[in-house]
């Protein structure tokens, strides 16, 4: 078993920026690719970031250029830096793993965290 625990969300004006941090604990001898979904009030979850075991991203179109995906396998913990902040960012965002691939689909994950909330003003 894999735990995951977010945070870093928070409100924030446009243009802003913030840092969420993905602690995972439990299983960590074993090399999970993670990624960054949201989702906003009344839509689905989305993709937005994954990094492989390797350290290999895919990030998506909505957000390229304005947010990256880092992680420390020391501190087991993975990073989304988020810059340039706009109110369509405003959702929860949820750090999950994946014991294969890297997959941009939700359905591939195996563990997920609670969620944070990002808030972005206008």
């Known amino acids: 078993q894999v735990q995951l625990v977010e945070s870093g969300g928070g409100l924030v004006q446009a243009g802003g920026s913030l840092r969420l941090s993905c602690v995972f604990s439990g299983r960590t001898d074993r090399n999970y690719a993670m990624g960054w979904f949201r989702q906003a009030p009344g839509k689905e979850r989305a993709f937005v970031s994954v990094i492989s075991r390797t350290g290999i991203t895919l990030t998506a179109d909505s957000v390229k250029g304005r947010f990256t995906i880092s992680r420390d396998n020391v501190k087991n913990t993975v990073y989304l830096q988020m810059n340039s902040l706009k109110p369509e960012d405003t959702a929860v965002y949820y750090c999950?793993?994946?014991?294969?691939?890297?997959?941009?689909?939700?359905?591939?994950?195996?563990?997920w965290g609670q969620g944070t909330q990002v808030t972005v003003s206008s």
């Open positions: 999950a793993a994946a014991v294969y691939g890297a997959p941009t689909v939700g359905s591939r994950y195996d563990y």
